[in-house]
Nanobody, 123 residues
Framework: VQLQASGGGLVQAGGSLRLSCAASGRTFSRYAVGWFRQAPGKEREFVAA????????YYADSVKGRFTISRDNAKNTAYLQMNSLKPEDTAVYYC?????????????????WGQGTLVTVSS
């Protein structure tokens, strides 16, 4: 599976962005998809995950209620809608896909990674 993340950019605090993760290759619908982020000088952290069943999602406490993960298997694309953005959301955001994912909150569970897209939130 090849993953291409896009949609990052510069936004003011309180604003919104929608990230996309386009997949090609193997059957996308069979994979769980996760979003992770890495801020400068910090470790990569879990943001959100969605299982092959679109009704099963997981979120980091820091984004719960503000971010929404979704997927459109017909389009081989997953999304991360980010609302009420804060400066501390500034990071490079990565999407990942994995076939044997439990909760999907651990990076090691994923087999494939996109290249990352930068989100910068100004105060």
């Amino acid at each position: 599976v090849q993953l291409q993340a896009s949609g990052g950019g510069l936004v003011q605090a309180g604003g919104s962005l929608r990230l996309s993760c386009a997949a090609s290759g193997r059957t996308f619908s069979r994979y769980a998809v996760g979003w992770f982020r890495q801020a400068p000088g910090k470790e990569r952290e879990f943001v959100a995950a969605i299982k092959w069943s679109v009704s099963t999602t997981y979120y980091a406490d820091s984004v719960k209620g503000r971010f929404t993960i979704s997927r459109d298997n017909a389009k081989n694309t997953a999304y991360l809608q980010m609302n009420s953005l804060k400066p501390e959301d500034t990071a490079v955001y990565y999407c990942a896909a994995g076939s044997l994912v439990a909760a999907g909150t651990v990076a090691a569970e994923y087999d494939y990674w996109g290249q990352g897209t930068l989100v910068t939130v100004s105060s």
